[in-house]
Protein backbone atom coordinates (compact mmCIF):
# COMPACT_ATOMS: atom_id res chain seq x y z
CA UNK A 1 0.00 0.00 0.00
CA UNK A 2 1.79 3.34 -0.65
CA UNK A 3 1.25 6.38 1.57
CA UNK A 4 0.07 9.80 0.46
CA UNK A 5 2.34 12.63 1.32
CA UNK A 6 1.06 14.74 3.93
CA UNK A 7 -0.90 18.04 2.84
CA UNK A 8 1.64 20.96 3.80
CA UNK A 9 -1.05 23.11 4.27
CA UNK A 10 -2.82 20.75 6.88
CA UNK A 11 0.09 20.35 8.46
CA UNK A 12 1.01 23.82 8.87
CA UNK A 13 -2.57 24.58 10.54
CA UNK A 14 -1.77 21.60 13.27
CA UNK A 15 1.13 23.22 14.09
CA UNK A 16 -0.57 26.76 14.54
CA UNK A 17 -3.38 25.15 16.36
CA UNK A 18 -1.42 23.55 18.91
CA UNK A 19 1.08 26.72 19.25
CA UNK A 20 -2.14 28.78 20.37
CA UNK A 21 -3.27 26.14 22.65
CA UNK A 22 -0.18 25.94 24.41
CA UNK A 23 0.72 29.84 24.10
CA UNK A 24 -2.66 30.54 25.74
CA UNK A 25 -1.35 28.88 28.81
CA UNK A 26 1.63 31.13 29.29
CA UNK A 27 -0.05 34.25 28.03
CA UNK A 28 -2.78 33.82 31.21
CA UNK A 29 0.04 32.72 33.34
CA UNK A 30 2.13 36.44 32.34
CA UNK A 31 -1.27 38.26 32.86
CA UNK A 32 -1.54 36.57 36.17
CA UNK A 33 1.93 37.11 37.26
CA UNK A 34 1.67 40.82 36.09
CA UNK A 35 -1.13 41.33 37.87
CA UNK A 36 0.03 40.33 41.28
CA UNK A 37 2.84 41.95 40.77
CA UNK A 38 0.78 45.22 40.35
CA UNK A 39 -0.97 44.49 43.42
CA UNK A 40 2.19 44.02 45.13
CA UNK A 41 4.61 46.59 44.20
CA UNK A 42 2.52 49.07 42.64
CA UNK A 43 -1.20 49.85 43.96
CA UNK A 44 0.09 51.98 47.29
CA UNK A 45 0.43 54.59 44.45
CA UNK A 46 -1.24 53.73 41.47
CA UNK A 47 -4.74 52.57 40.78
CA UNK A 48 -3.94 48.92 39.16
CA UNK A 49 -7.13 48.45 37.93
CA UNK A 50 -7.40 46.16 41.52
CA UNK A 51 -8.85 48.68 43.85
CA UNK A 52 -5.43 50.38 43.91
CA UNK A 53 -5.79 53.85 45.78
CA UNK A 54 -3.83 56.29 42.95
CA UNK A 55 -2.09 59.48 44.61
CA UNK A 56 -1.90 62.65 42.49
CA UNK A 57 1.53 61.89 41.60
CA UNK A 58 0.98 58.27 39.77
CA UNK A 59 -1.23 57.79 37.16
CA UNK A 60 -3.54 54.94 36.86
CA UNK A 61 -2.66 51.67 35.08
CA UNK A 62 -6.23 51.87 32.58
CA UNK A 63 -4.85 55.80 32.12
CA UNK A 64 -1.19 54.51 30.84
CA UNK A 65 -2.56 51.60 28.78
CA UNK A 66 -5.13 53.70 27.03
CA UNK A 67 -2.65 57.04 25.97
CA UNK A 68 -0.72 55.93 23.01
CA UNK A 69 2.23 58.22 24.33
CA UNK A 70 3.23 55.40 26.65
CA UNK A 71 4.79 53.41 24.19
CA UNK A 72 6.10 49.91 25.30
CA UNK A 73 9.93 51.56 25.46
CA UNK A 74 8.49 54.14 27.36
CA UNK A 75 7.30 52.41 30.14
CA UNK A 76 10.05 49.59 29.74
CA UNK A 77 12.38 52.70 30.85
CA UNK A 78 10.48 54.01 33.53
CA UNK A 79 10.14 50.67 35.33
CA UNK A 80 14.43 50.28 34.51
CA UNK A 81 14.91 53.38 35.57
CA UNK A 82 12.93 54.87 37.94
CA UNK A 83 12.86 58.60 39.01
CA UNK A 84 11.46 59.61 42.60
CA UNK A 85 9.24 59.71 43.59
CA UNK A 86 9.00 55.90 42.29
CA UNK A 87 11.06 53.71 44.35
CA UNK A 88 13.11 51.60 42.26
CA UNK A 89 11.54 48.05 42.41
CA UNK A 90 15.04 46.24 41.46
CA UNK A 91 12.89 44.22 38.71
CA UNK A 92 13.67 41.65 36.14
CA UNK A 93 13.21 41.53 33.25
CA UNK A 94 10.19 38.88 33.23
CA UNK A 95 8.96 40.88 36.22
CA UNK A 96 9.03 44.26 33.99
CA UNK A 97 7.35 42.04 30.62
CA UNK A 98 4.62 40.78 32.76
CA UNK A 99 3.67 44.13 34.03
CA UNK A 100 4.16 46.08 30.65
CA UNK A 101 1.77 42.92 29.72
CA UNK A 102 -1.07 43.75 32.30
CA UNK A 103 -0.71 47.43 32.37
CA UNK A 104 -1.53 46.97 28.21
CA UNK A 105 -4.63 44.64 29.18
CA UNK A 106 -6.45 47.51 30.58
CA UNK A 107 -6.61 49.15 27.18
CA UNK A 108 -10.61 49.96 26.84
CA UNK A 109 -9.99 52.33 23.50
Not at 7 to 13: A, D, F, K, R, V
Not at 24 to 32: D, K, P, R, W
Not at 51 to 78: I, K, M, Q
Request: one cysteine or more; aromatic letters at 6%.
Amino acid sequence: MKRRAANPWTLGLGVLACSLVLNSGAVAQTLEEGRALAQQWCQSCHETGANGSATDAAPSFPSLANDDSYTDPRLRAWMMDPHPPMPNLDLTHREIENLLFYIKSLKTN
